[in-house]
């Protein structure tokens, strides 16, 4: 055993003693004070680091980097003895026979982030005529710490989805009433019925093909059907 709770650790400060978050190098300390490097590897590195949640460690040296406050400091950790890269394999010796010149001085990796797995695909988003699905991940498997770089790479995957032709699409219906409001420019039907789902309280669109006007309703066409050349005409969905 280490002789120090895991949950106390030591980490490295910056020249004022407080905490680094990042993977800048600090001055190494414990209960305030600093940590000589007699005993100490690449593994007491990497066990430090890892026990304050990083993946390993980055650099160390020892010295009078920040001779001001190292001087302020006592000493209180002589040697941290590691076998293995954890702080459960280390030994500690608190007195020392060690002055501030063998102050240890320590850098720890930031934590990169890595992609979860997707999700489950979403619903389509149109019943018929091709609509999109789409699934996401997210940046947490491990979340970027410490200054991390952040995942690279997209969060969402998009598939085509009920490319079926609409059946319930009614051409050449004469519908009169219930505009909402015309969009110019609308090239194609399925075009003016993704303009209506994304239109509040639109359920139903007539589209002039020569002139490509988009009407947007607010009632559903019925079953009647009232020929109107040059018009196609749709419900936004199938059915109710």
């Known amino acids: 055993s280490s002789g120090i709770n895991a949950e106390w650790p030591l980490r490295p400060g910056d020249s004022t003693g407080t905490v680094i978050e990042d993977d800048q190098e600090g001055l190494l300390m414990f209960e305030g004070g600093t940590v000589c490097n007699d005993k100490w590897s690449n593994n007491s590195a990497n066990a430090v680091c890892r026990n304050i949640g990083r993946h390993a460690a980055l650099s160390y040296r020892n010295g009078t980097i920040f001779k001001d406050l190292q001087m302020k400091l006592k000493i209180k950790v002589d040697s941290v003895k590691c076998s293995g890269n954890t702080w ?25 982030g890595g992609w979860g797995v997707f999700g489950n695909w979403s619903d389509c988003s149109a019943e018929c005529g091709g ?36 059946r319930c699409v009614k051409e050449n219906y004469e519908y009169l ?18 303009i209506c789902a994304a239109e509040a309280g639109c359920v139903a669109v007539s589209q002039e093909i020569a002139t490509k006007v988009c009407g947007l309703k607010s009632k559903r066409f019925g079953e009647t059907q009232g020929v109107k050349e040059g018009v196609s005409s749709s419900n936004i969905r199938c059915g109710d």
């Open 177 to 194: 009433g219930a505009d909402i409001k015309s969009v110019p420019d609308v090239n194609t039907i399925q075009d003016c019925l993704e």
């Open 88 to 112: 459960s394999t280390c030994n500690v010796t608190r007195e020392h026979n060690c002055d501030h010149s063998e102050d240890v001085f320590l850098a720890c990796h930031s934590v990169d």
């Open 131 to 166: 609509g999109n699905q789409t699934k996401t991940r997210e940046c947490d498997t491990p979340a970027p710490k410490f200054g991390g770089a952040e995942c690279q790479g997209n969060s969402t995957k998009t598939k085509a989805c009920n490319t079926q032709e609409c």
